[in-house]
């Protein structure tokens, strides 16, 4: 009764929006898969059917405010994370991917609508592929400074770029489905283990110098 209460205060207060995309993010998270309507998140939330759609013209429309979202979130993390690294550039560009694990564990949820659930191909995801567009310059932008610095080899710089994802996705989605101590052969590894051989898997892949 008191969680319900909580919900409709939110609600007149202005917060349906993100009371909706908090209570989709978190049966994503449970489920796996964006499994649910408008009108099963409006009942979870204690409003009508018809407030949902004051925010969100479609379930799509809500799960493309959660991928847009979640790409500027990553953005101001990966940000954050370079002003810590300072000005060397293989440390400015380590900590991508690493920030990328990290939000990863975080927010399964979010992670699955940004990268696991097919986008429509309207106008729908329009936000959300500009946000992930953002997050793909910087990283882009941060493997030309090392290749300017003579840290990783000239060229496209997106065939580095696809290299250090196809590696960053491969070992997050073994982390989160709780397979990567199968493939290490049962060995008990923890967070910092796995980002170390993380590290050395993409200087290997990337060329470093």
């Known amino acids: 009764m008191a969680e319900a209460k ?3 205060a939110d609600y007149h207060h202005g917060r349906l929006a993100e009371t909706l995309m908090a209570l989709a993010v978190k049966r ?3 489920e796996g898969a964006p499994a649910f309507t408008l009108r099963e998140l409006a009942a979870e939330a204690g409003v009508t059917h018809a407030a949902t759609y004051r925010h969100f013209a479609s379930r799509e429309a809500l ?3 959660i991928a847009a979202a979640g790409y500027r979130e990553l953005r101001e993390r990966e940000e954050a994370a370079q002003r810590v690294a300072g000005d060397d550039p293989w440390a400015r560009l380590l900590v991508l991917p690493e920030t990328y694990l990290a939000f990863m564990a975080d927010a ?3 992670f699955h609508v940004m990268l696991g659930h097919r986008w429509a191909d309207d106008d729908t995801y329009a936000e959300a592929r500009a946000a992930r567009a953002e997050s793909y310059a910087l990283l ?3 493997a ?4 300017n610095a003579g840290v990783l080899p000239e060229g496209d710089p997106a065939r580095l770029i696809a290299a250090m994802l196809g590696v960053t996705h491969g ?3 073994l982390w989160l489905s709780g397979q990567l101590g199968v493939v290490a052969g049962g060995a008990a590894t923890g967070a910092d283990t796995h980002l170390r051989a993380h590290e050395t898997v993409l200087a290997h892949v990337c060329g470093r110098r």
């Open 171 to 173: 070992l997050a989605s």
């Open 140 to 142: 882009e932008a941060t």
């Open 28 to 30: 994503i998270a449970r």
């Open 6 to 8: 909580r919900k409709q």
């Open 63 to 65: 799960l493309a405010a």
């Open 144 to 147: 030309v400074e090392c290749q």
């Open 108 to 110: 399964p949820g979010t």
